[in-house]
């Protein structure tokens, strides 16, 4: 059974760090693209950032440029998302999700490219 699992996520001041997981089961990632969305309340899910694994390649959404990092560990078929200097703004629900095919940084936002998604974590940033 294909299941990403996400944990990390918590209540932290502005300027402060996270670091969330992405576990992957039922399939490795060698050969998948994964990726990072939030949805803040009453706005839509977007793009944070990804990966893809069959070249290292990572792209990142402007507002987290020089914040935020993607790694993965294919040891542990997991991936991680290093979120430093933490905004009120990037208060939201995080998902990954895991696609088949690379992901370019032209189509990382586009939810339809990604064929798995976790159920998500909450991350909240207090001012």
């Known amino acids: 059974e294909v299941q990403l699992v996400e944990s990390g996520g918590g209540l932290v001041q502005a300027g402060g760090s996270l670091r969330l997981s992405c576990a992957v089961y039922g399939f490795t990632i060698d050969d998948y693209a994964i990726g990072w969305f939030r949805q803040a309340p009453g706005k839509e899910r977007e793009g944070v950032s990804v990966?893809?694994?069959?070249?290292?390649?990572?792209y990142y959404a402007d507002s987290v440029k020089g914040r935020f990092t993607i790694s993965s560990d294919n040891a542990k078929n997991t991936v991680y998302l290093q979120m430093n200097s933490l905004k009120p703004e990037d208060t939201a629900v995080y998902y990954c999700?895991?696609?088949?095919?690379?992901?370019?940084?032209?189509?990382?936002?586009?939810?339809?490219?990604?064929?798995?998604w976790g159920q998500g974590t909450q991350v909240t940033v207090s001012s």
């Open positions: 999700a895991a696609s088949r095919g690379r992901i370019t940084a032209q189509d990382m936002g586009i939810m339809w490219s990604y064929d798995y």
């Open positions: 990966i893809n694994s069959s070249d290292g390649s990572t």
